[in-house]
């Protein structure tokens, strides 16, 4: 699988959009990115995943570079609620790999 | 509602003893598995299924052990061979890779075991 790079933490105004960026230069053409996210001591909640057009759901964007070697995830108005580490992963397409590893994410702190 | 349901929430064990987690999912997933995860570290993969009565060792698997005689149950055993067991423990299932190639997760509420 194609490692990921993210900052160890960020802090984000309440109200206002946090974008957190996600390095996985070494991505294959077969492999998505995904996002997950990680309340304190929950378990984690995926929030959206995309292999190489943006994509946007309910909770939040996933915007993609047109190489796919980074990825931002957004998170269009942050509430104390968001408050949580939040992971990026890269995984093959292929049918039978179901390896899926997370690495420490980023620790994002929403503040009032 | 459909989910995946882990017990005990909080176990605590003396050093020597086995353990075994309970993870439960009704969601009809094909694939299960099993991830530890220690303080301010990400989640590793101890253990995962991909179909009823067959299962593969993750990164971690040495001193665990796990069964797969149902589908919707894929229980967790915290051998007295694990040297370290004090973790969290998360049990996730997925429905497999589809038509869009895509295979997302979902985790239980996770168990939080305690050597003492």
Redesign the interface.
């Known amino acids: 699988d194609a490692k990921t790079t993210q900052p160890p933490s960020m802090d984000c105004a309440e109200g206002r959009a946090a974008n957190l960026p996600c390095n996985h230069s070494t991505i294959s053409g077969?492999e998505?990115v995904?996002w997950?996210r990680q309340i304190h001591?929950?378990?984690?909640?995926?929030i959206i995943?995309g292999?190489k057009n943006n994509e946007t759901n309910e909770m939040a964007s996933l915007i993609i570079t047109e190489d796919r070697k980074s990825s931002t995830l957004i998170l269009p108005h942050a509430t104390l609620r968001d408050t949580a580490v939040y992971?990026c992963i890269v995984?093959p397409?292929?049918?039978?790999d179901?390896?899926?590893?997370?690495?420490?994410?980023t620790t994002v702190t929403v503040r009032a | 509602d459909g989910g995946i349901t882990q017990s005990p929430k909080y176990l605590f064990r003396k050093e020597g003893q086995n353990v075994t987690l309970s993870c439960e999912q009704n969601l009809n997933h094909d694939a299960m598995y099993w991830y530890r995860q220690d303080p301010g570290q990400g989640l590793r993969l101890i253990y995962y299924s991909q179909i009823v009565n067959d299962f593969q060792k993750g990164d971690i698997a040495e001193g665990y052990s796990v069964s797969r005689e149902k589908k919707e149950s894929f229980p967790l055993t915290v051998t007295s061979a694990q040297k370290n067991p004090t973790a969290f423990y998360l049990c996730a299932s997925s429905q497999g890779q589809g038509l869009t190639g895509a295979n997302v997760l979902t985790f239980g509420a996770g168990s939080r075991l305690t050597v003492l």
Request: glycine share 12%; charged share 10%.
């Open positions: 077969n998505y995904y997950y001591s929950q378990g984690p909640q995926y995943h292999l992971y995984r397409r292929a049918y039978n179901y390896k899926l590893s997370f690495g420490a994410g």
